[in-house]
């Protein structure tokens, strides 16, 4: 047991190692997108000068045999081809690894299209605990406190206000009609709910054999459950 823990962990290292690096090359091909747009235009518009003026054919052949225009795309198309093939020979790994990792996911990002499904959302997944916790997630916003105290909520901290589970839509509520640029955490025992107004996503943290259920649950709402 104690070598096959060892080789597990240095499997795991290298494949964290290798994710990393892969990922960084793959930022880099994203660089190749305005070049082949660039390139797609210009196209199109050679085409179409040349259906427009069919006589302008041979100061077209003159140009590409005086520019080795094509030896040139032929290398271009070569390494093209190179990079398309290698990415199809690893594409079952990829799908594999990915699955595999999926396995092993505690979060999740949900984008809604109307606050009210967020504040139904969060009923969802509290109304049935016992307790709990919300605060804002982006503090200096005034008069957040005394808003939750008159809604009822117990100060347990500066800033985190303790509900019973079935008033939990009712804080999530009045942060998104009132305070919607503050955000909100709502936490009780292994589940903490996060609404980040900047970016207009729900992220749920949660026990792995939970995800699925709350992804249904969203999907209903009509929400858009995020790959990332």
């Known amino acids: 047991m104690e070598e096959a823990l060892g080789r597990l962990k240095d499997s ?13 090359y793959l930022r880099e091909s994203y660089e190749m997108a305005p070049a082949l747009e660039a390139l797609s235009q210009a196209y199109d518009d050679f085409v179409r000068v040349l259906e427009e003026y069919p006589d302008l054919n041979e100061v077209a052949e003159e140009f590409v045999r ?13 390494r093209y081809e190179g990079i398309r093939t290698l990415l199809a020979k690893y594409e079952a790994l990829i799908d594999s690894v990915d699955g595999h990792l999926e396995r092993y996911r505690t979060y999740r990002y949900y984008l809604f299209k109307e606050d009210d499904s967020v504040a139904r959302f969060v009923d969802i997944v509290f109304s049935n605990r016992g307790e709990v916790v919300i605060r804002p997630l982006i503090l200096g916003e005034k008069g957040i406190s005394e808003a939750l105290q008159k809604l009822g909520g117990k100060q347990v901290s500066k800033v985190a206000f303790q509900f019973t589970g079935d008033r939990a839509a009712d804080a999530a509520d009045l942060f998104l009609r ?4 503050a955000g909100f955490v709502v936490e009780s025992g292994d589940i903490r709910m ?3 107004p900047d970016v207009g996503v729900v992220r749920l ?13 969203a999907r209903r709402l009509n929400a858009t459950v995020l790959a990332v």
């Open 12 to 24: 795991l290292n290298r494949l964290q190692k290798g994710i990393y690096y892969l990922n960084t």
């Open 66 to 78: 005086e520019n080795d225009l094509l030896p040139t795309f032929k290398e271009m198309k070569a």
């Open 194 to 196: 996060t609404w980040k």
């Open 205 to 217: 943290d949660l026990p792995k054999d939970m995800i699925h259920e709350y992804d249904e649950q």
């Open 178 to 181: 009132e305070f919607p640029s």
